[in-house]
Nanobody, 116 residues
């Protein structure tokens, strides 16, 4: 059974930092393309960052470049999202996504709220 379990969200002041984690199980993690998406109330889900199988290639949406870093540990079957200099517009539910072959799986999400 495929599982993606996110953690690390919370309430943080503008300018603060959070590190999200997504622990994967039930599939060969090292063969999956991993991504973080987010969805704010009333808005569509959007891609935040993605990382290739071995972690060599990454890409980010423009609004988070220079502030967020995606990484993965293929031994711990975990993908991370380090978020620095958070802004109120980063407030959303953040979801982990795994894609391999024809499979596409989502985690339940973790809430990130940036507010003073």
């Amino acid at each position: 059974q495929v599982q993606l379990v996110e953690s690390g969200g919370g309430l943080v002041q503008p300018g603060g930092s959070l590190r999200l984690s997504c622990v994967a199980s039930g599939f060969t993690f090292s063969r999956a393309f991993m991504s973080w998406y987010r969805q704010a109330p009333g808005k569509e889900r959007e891609l935040v960052a993605a990382i290739s199988f071995a972690g060599i290639s990454t890409n980010y949406r423009d609004s988070v470049k220079g502030r967020f870093t995606i990484s993965r540990d293929n031994v711990k079957n975990t993908v991370y999202l380090q978020m620095n200099n958070l802004k109120p517009e980063d407030t959303a539910v953040y979801h982990c996504n795994a894609v391999w072959a024809t499979n596409n799986h989502w985690g339940q999400g973790t809430q990130v709220t940036v507010s003073s």
